[in-house]
């Protein structure tokens, strides 16, 4: 039962931007919070972002602040993360998950498979 899916991961100049997406189970969506983490090769995985229900609410991590921003569409059961002047540092899996509360619930569903976001220097 595959409950999440990421994709829009890539190669990408330092400067460069990149549209991830989550498509997720209505189980896993409907009603729930959602957030974007992060794993980088070596490090622990780590919190990158997170949205509310409704999406009236968004919360970003100081180090992606202004640069990265989260959406949802609750039609299509889809989140998203929107990053913009990507750099070295931002290189790694990007993983989705529902939290279980705004912002800082903490992921509760399977994790999925990842995309992979490279940033060249």
């Known amino acids: 039962q595959v409950q999440l899916v990421e994709s829009g991961g890539g190669l990408v100049q330092a400067g460069g931007s990149l549209r991830l997406s989550c498509a997720a189970s209505a189980r896993t969506f409907r009603g729930n919070a959602m957030g974007w983490f992060r794993q980088a090769p070596g490090k622990e995985r780590e919190f990158v972002a997170a949205?509310?229900?409704?999406?009236?609410?968004?919360f970003h991590t100081d180090s992606v602040k202004g640069r990265f921003t989260i959406s949802r569409d609750n039609a299509k059961n889809t989140l998203y993360l929107q990053m913009n002047s990507l750099s070295p540092e931002d290189t790694a899996v990007y993983y989705c998950?529902?939290?279980?509360?705004?912002?800082?619930?903490?992921?509760?569903?399977?994790w999925g498979q990842g995309t992979q976001v490279t940033v060249s220097s």
């Open positions: 998950n529902a939290e279980g509360k705004f912002p800082m619930g903490g992921p509760f569903a399977s």
């Open positions: 949205i509310s229900w409704s999406g009236g609410s968004t």
